[in-house]
């Protein structure tokens, strides 16, 4: 083997080019001319062009799902905004609607209580203001409770009346509360005297159906007593002041075979749509008292025993 042969050199067949730092000198040198070149004369916008209209329909199709990521998630919150401002608007159609309804409201009892301070420049008697606050528990009577007691100088037996007439009677006198029966119930009774006639009758709450109705007991069949006849309160009783408005006369039926003339009335008073009312000192208690008798008086002075 020749000596020559052992020197660390490759052969001339396996020689390399130049060298790696050349190279990369040489590129570099290029890519600055070509973005001087590019920057002075745009010599690579053709180039530019036809790549970006080449490339335009890939990138086109790569973006899609992006876009339907974006469409979608931009439909789902959008319709989510949409479902929070469609309950935001029904929450303050609702309050309007409320609202409104409570203007309506209190101009109705505003209405009611006018009438019913007009009312009460018509009675002559003292009065105390009350609210109903709700009915009784007994379904088989008609009763209802106001926020009036016996702190409120409510006396037993006084008369209740509303814008339109007469409601009832107080029955029980509680401190704080009173229970009032209505006319209508079964066990409530009222003398009343016909406007237009001056016949006096006694007037029953119907005692076979809850009808909210009157009914005239023991009047005579010939009794002159016509349909749409105002009563009012006669009183007799000295309970009730007399002419207060109590009922009309809704129907009359005459039968042959009795003496007497069923006759049902239609209450004046709001009897299940009350909710302000006045309570009255019952008459009884504002009557003198009645003087005494002259002959036992002139006996007693002359010492002689009755």
Not at 71 to 81: A, G, P, V, Y
Not at 131 to 137: M, S
Not at 166 to 180: D, F, W
Not at 234 to 263: C, N
Request: positive net charge; hydrophobic residues 45%; contains cysteine.
């Amino acid at each position: 083997m020749p000596l020559g042969t052992l020197n660390g050199s490759p052969p001339p067949f396996f020689r390399q080019g130049p060298s790696a730092l050349s190279k990369l000198i040489v590129f570099s040198a290029l890519a600055v001319l070509l973005m001087v070149a590019d920057v002075r004369f745009r010599v690579t916008q053709p180039l530019r062009g036809v790549v970006s209209s080449v490339l335009y329909p890939l990138q086109w199709l790569m973006l899609r799902p992006v876009v339907w990521v974006q469409n979608t998630s931009q439909h789902f919150q959008s319709l989510s905004d949409s479902q929070v401002k469609q309950a935001a608007a029904q929450y303050q159609l609702g309050l309007q609607s409320q609202r409104a309804l409570q203007v309506e409201q209190l101009g109705f009892e505003n209405a009611r209580l006018r009438d019913l301070l007009g009312l009460r420049e018509r009675v002559n008697v003292p009065a105390l203001a009350a609210q109903v606050l709700y009915d009784a528990a007994d379904p088989f009577t008609r009763k209802v409770v106001i926020d009036k007691g016996s702190l409120a100088a409510v006396l037993p037996g006084a008369p209740v009346l509303d814008e339109t007439g007469i409601l009832g009677q107080v029955t029980r006198v509680y401190p704080l509360v009173s229970e009032v029966t209505l006319l209508t119930d079964r066990n409530q009774a009222i003398p009343v005297l016909n406007v237009r006639t001056g016949v006096r009758g006694l007037a029953f709450g119907e005692s076979s159906a809850r009808t909210g109705r009157l009914e005239l007991r023991f009047m005579d069949a010939n009794t002159d007593m016509l349909v749409g006849d105002l009563l009012t309160t006669s009183g007799v009783d000295g309970v009730y002041p007399p002419g207060l408005p109590v009922a009309r006369v809704l129907k009359i039926e005459r039968q042959v075979d009795s003496a007497f003339a069923r006759i049902e009335c239609q209450p004046l008073a709001k009897m299940n749509g009350s909710l302000h009312v006045l309570v009255l000192h019952p008459a009884f208690d504002q009557a003198t008292a009645r003087p005494e008798n002259p002959m036992k008086t002139s006996k007693t002075a002359k010492g002689i025993k009755p």
